[in-house]
């Protein structure tokens, strides 16, 4: 299985852990707040889209650009870049749809927990 271990199209943007820029700049809170709130909105197919499909797309500014430039630059150096450029696993698109749909938060971390640890420990086996 080629899919990423530690992070995943499925994660929200917000919450990725070691990426620093997004403990220290709110405005990443409201790229959530307009509909870019996933790894995967990111992407069109297997390609990272460029900072102008996503203005149009969710409306950024153009003082979003250098942020844009820190995730860019954080997903490709990443040591699973590769493997967030193939198509999203069916469990992964399983868990994109929960999040899109705006199901209850709480059962989304449920499930993204489980899921989690249950995509480490098949990828290990």
Wanted: charged share 25%.
């Amino acid at each position: 299985m080629n899919a990423p271990q530690s992070i995943s199209r499925a994660m929200k943007i917000s919450e990725i852990m070691d990426f620093i820029p997004r403990h220290l700049d709110s405005r990443f809170k409201v790229w959530e707040n307009k509909g870019l709130t996933l790894i995967d909105d990111l992407f069109d197919g297997e390609i990272l889209k460029s900072f102008n499909q996503l203005q149009e797309n969710f409306g950024l500014i153009s003082t979003d650009f250098y942020r844009f430039l820190q995730l860019r630059s954080y997903l490709t150096s990443h040591t699973e870049w590769q493997s967030l450029t193939m198509q999203p696993s069916d469990l992964e698109l399983f868990f994109i749809k929960i999040i899109k749909k705006g199901k209850a938060e709480k059962l989304c971390h449920v499930y993204i927990n489980y899921y989690r640890q249950l995509y480490r420990g098949v990828l290990l086996e």
